[in-house]
């Protein structure tokens, strides 16, 4: 396989708040297209059938990456299992290379954490372009990583499934709009692991492009969850006005700025208003102050669960006698005095309805969910193990999507990092 390394691979280090990390530049956002190529290098001789313009250029990045993972993983592997080179003298003044066997090492924890496995540093796959508050979360929960932006999160788990990342950064739940529901599919639709959790301040501004002031503004462009945070707080500020979805807050800003739009604003992070050049009309437009949106780090491996730290473990579960069973399964923690920090239930796609029939009365038609609940307790405690025991006794379906530190940082609404 031949990649070309993309000329604009070039990254640049940036500062939020008090921590830093590397902005990974790709000729373009991951996309689906770039994913299927670096999963199938066999298409490289064949790329004429099929490659155009932009599309070609993040083929090659993608499989540039790809290449520098197989290398170093190479690399690693012929450091590992190859034999040692020492240099000995030989009695005649002169120095030789004698091969030793190697003998095998302890393994330590560090072996056992799933680890970058390309060098030095952590591969972070978002959704979004930066600036998006998703890369805000990478930077705080790895900082100095390498953050990949993708234009889709189901690119970003593809990303860390086809080795391309490290980590997917992915938003599950916001203080004020809620649980992100079509993450949790994604969780359980895919076979990452969580292995870690950032709650990040999410501070809105309001951005125009510079002159424009509120008056000529007719249209509010943003993420659908930004739109849902501030949607008090727009019509207080007077923009009744068109309010239209898009993929990330940071895209919707550099939307306004990339198409010159002098009657539209974007709702984004400051930082997003300095990289595309935008004025912020109005800062800090969240209908509440302290508005915090919970991130979840996946990997491929799970961590290993301790119990010196506080730890939370997400499961998901389905009962064969649905909801109406759900007490005896949460009793479960409750006896063991095992808090739960979330609740959330979706559709249980593979079997959406149970039927209940009776000749006399009809037939009842209940809809069948999937729970997912946190709990505070690590996978290694002992009360956790028997509660899930007992779990297992009533579910029909039962996953334990990680166990994983809890976001211990001190509770600032404030001074956001995502400022
Ligand atoms: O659009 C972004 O900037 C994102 O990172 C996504 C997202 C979300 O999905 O909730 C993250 C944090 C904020 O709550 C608003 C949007």
Sequence with gaps: MQCVAPSSSIGYKST??????????????????????AAAPA???????????????????????????????????????????????NGHNSLDLV?????????????LSPAPSHGSTLRVAYQGVPGAYSEAAAGKAYPNCDAIPCDQFEVAFQAVELWIADRAVLPVENSLGGSIHRNYDLLLRHRLHIVGEVQL???????????????????????????????LTLTKLGLTVTREAVD????????????????????????????????????????????????????REPIIPRTDIPFKTSIVFAHEQGTSVLFKVLSAFAFRNISLTKIESRPHRNRPIRVVGDENVGTAKHFEYLFYVDFEASMADVRAQ???????????????????PMDMTPWSPSSSSSQ
């Design 16 to 37: 939020i708040g008090t921590t830093s990390y590397n902005v990974f530049h790709l000729p373009a956002r991951l996309n689906q297209l770039n994913i299927q190529c």
């Design 43 to 89: 298409t490289a001789n064949g790329f004429a059938s099929g490659g155009i313009g932009k599309s070609r250029a993040d083929w090659q990045s993608s499989c540039a990456i790809l290449a520098s993972k197989v290398e170093s993983q190479q690399q690693n592997t012929d450091n590992s299992t190859g034999a040692d080179q020492i240099t000995v003298v």
């Design 99 to 111: 091969p030793i066997k190697k003998l095998p090492k302890p393994l330590t924890i560090a072996d």
């Design 201 to 231: 301040p999410v501070h809105h501004c309001l951005l125009a492009l510079p002159g424009v002031r509120k008056e000529f503004i007719n249209r509010v462009i943003s993420h659908p969850q930004a739109l849902a945070q501030c949607e």
């Design 248 to 299: 990330d807050t940071a895209g919707a800003a550099e939307f306004v700025a990339a198409n010159d739009l002098r009657d539209t604003a974007a709702i984004a992070s400051a930082r997003a208003a300095e990289l595309y050049g935008l004025n912020i009309l109005a800062d800090g437009i969240q209908d509440d102050s302290s508005n915090v949106t919970r991130f979840v780090m996946l990997a």
């Design 386 to 404: 028997n509660a899930l025991a007992e779990v297992q006794e009533y579910t029909s379906f039962l996953r334990v999507l990680g166990s994983y």
